[in-house]
């Protein structure tokens, strides 16, 4: 019990020194402030990171599994000099609302109905969509629904085609989907909720691990722990197999309606691997690929890269309006 008890003060401790932060500049040698904020969506409590002129184009930030707006908190300053930059926490994760599994319905539907309600409580027409992970379940929902608020896509390791998820990570996922009131396959899916399966995320396919701050697993897994939450992970595991099916969909939003569309993904993930990326070549015109030397989250070891060509991708197709 003590051991555990000292274990959360260590987390709690993390936790505040990322939220605390560092003061960043932009280009011009001006102070960046970003805005930690909180609207209602629905009953919920959706918690937001905001930083940007708020007439600039504007750039929806979506964080992936089992993370938070946290993962984007270097890159929000970092194109906040031109852009008005969002991040939202789905509901469940963050700082957001956590309603009980058994009040809230834990789905890819739902999240995308929320985040589609928050970007109308803040007053977002047009963005450019950056996805990761659970991102773009989540993003390309708001896509397919609203296509003519998509100015551009930022895809770092976010799956839309069956290529990308027939490696083995994926064999215990597929075989909860299959068997969805199997206890034994929901429980054996908690290994991925354990500090270890998180900071694997992190550091697993990383060339240089000192370059990975431990902060943001230690994040994460603090708010993972909280009484409850494991069982809103285990329904939004069973909800990724809903996604699948949603994927000629996705491609044909693509094909259709061709957004430019930015790839940086680390080709190191084994969770989200390379062979996800390159399909979207068969369906978009413009596209811009980038296969960067990381892993799942890439942001943590290539941010500048990512940052940098973000700008350069960013400058030549989205359009203020």
């Given at each position: ?274 062979a996800g990326a390159e399909p979207y070549k068969r369906d978009l015109k413009t596209l811009e690929f980038h296969l960067l ?29």
């Amino acid at each position: 019990m003590i051991s555990k008890l000292k274990s959360n003060l260590f987390l709690a401790l993390l936790v505040i020194a990322v939220q605390v932060g560092l003061q960043t500049t932009t280009s011009a040698g001006e102070a960046v402030k970003v805005h930690h904020k909180t609207v209602k969506a629905g009953d919920l409590d959706i918690f937001y990171r905001e930083a940007g002129p708020k007439d600039a184009p504007v750039v929806l930030l979506l964080h992936g599994f089992p993370t938070s707006s946290q993962m984007f908190r270097n890159l929000i300053p970092a194109l906040a000099d031109k852009y008005h930059v969002v991040a939202p926490d789905y509901p469940g994760y963050g700082h957001s609302s956590m309603p009980a599994h058994d009040k809230f319905e834990y789905t890819f539907d739902h999240l995308a109905d929320v985040v589609d309600e928050f970007t109308q409580k803040v007053g977002l027409g047009k963005y450019a969509i950056y996805v990761q992970d659970y991102g773009a379940p989540v993003g390309y929902r708001l896509a397919v629904r609203h296509p003519e608020r998509i100015t551009a896509i930022v895809v770092q390791n976010g799956n839309a085609y069956d290529e990308g998820i027939d490696n083995d990570f994926w064999k215990s996922l597929k075989a909860y989907w299959k068997e969805p009131k199997s206890k034994e396959k929901r429980e054996a899916l908690r290994a991925l909720l354990t500090y270890d399966a998180t900071k694997w995320q992190y550091t697993d396919g990383v060339k240089n691990v000192d370059l990975v701050s431990p902060d943001g697993a230690a994040h994460d897994q603090f708010l993972l722990d909280r009484p409850g939450n494991d069982e809103i992970q285990l329904d939004m595991f069973l909800s990724y197999g809903s996604n699948p099916a949603l994927y000629p969909s996705w491609q044909e939003y693509f094909r259709k309606h061709q957004p430019p569309m930015l790839i940086v993904w680390g080709k190191n993930d084994q969770i989200f691997p390379p062979a996800g990326a390159e399909p979207y070549k068969r369906d978009l015109k413009t596209l811009e690929f980038h296969l960067l030397d990381a892993g799942h989250f890439a942001l943590e070891t290539e941010g500048d890269t990512i940052a940098n060509l973000m700008q350069q991708f960013l400058s030549k197709h989205v359009i203020k309006k």
